[in-house]
């Protein structure tokens, strides 16, 4: 069973920095894209950005330019740097992978909107931004 472990989390002033990573592990096979999620009390969890096998990057427009999400293969781990920070990114941040059977259909140019659709999620990580 896929298991996904998120770290990194913390409290931070606006214009601040934090670093996410997510630990895959329990798989055999390849997990085509991975990406984070994140939820503010009361909100619909909202996208964030994804990143595909191959290196392909995808991101909300609200982090365009501020998030830089990349991944260590040989870790099985992805990673969310998150500069700039503001309070409006004051949420609980969810690494989220797709299973290899739905690579189609949740690991193109639209990845980011169907990140709440991933099959795999982790337990989650708390991003709060003072201001």
């Known amino acids: 069973r896929v298991q996904l472990e998120e770290s990194g989390g913390g409290t931070v002033q606006a214009g601040g920095s934090l670093r996410l990573s997510c630990a895959a592990s329990?798989?055999?096979?390849?997990?085509?894209?991975m990406g984070w999620f994140r939820q503010a009390p009361g909100k619909e969890r909202d996208g964030v950005a994804v990143?595909?096998?191959?290196?392909?990057?995808y991101y909300d427009d609200s982090v365009k330019g501020r998030f830089t999400i990349s991944q260590d293969n040989a870790k099985n781990t992805i990673y969310l740097q998150m500069d700039s920070l503001k309070a409006e990114d004051t949420a609980m941040y969810y690494c989220?992978?797709?299973?290899?059977?739905?690579?189609?259909?949740?690991?193109?140019?639209?990845?980011?909107?169907?990140?709440?659709?991933?099959?795999?999620w982790g337990q989650g990580t708390q991003v709060s931004v003072s201001s």
């Open positions: 989220a992978a797709a299973p290899s059977s739905q690579s189609q259909q949740l690991c193109g140019s639209d990845a980011v909107s169907r990140l709440p659709q991933f099959g795999y």
């Open positions: 329990g798989y055999s096979f390849y997990l085509p894209c």
């Open positions: 990143i595909t096998n191959g290196g392909t990057t």
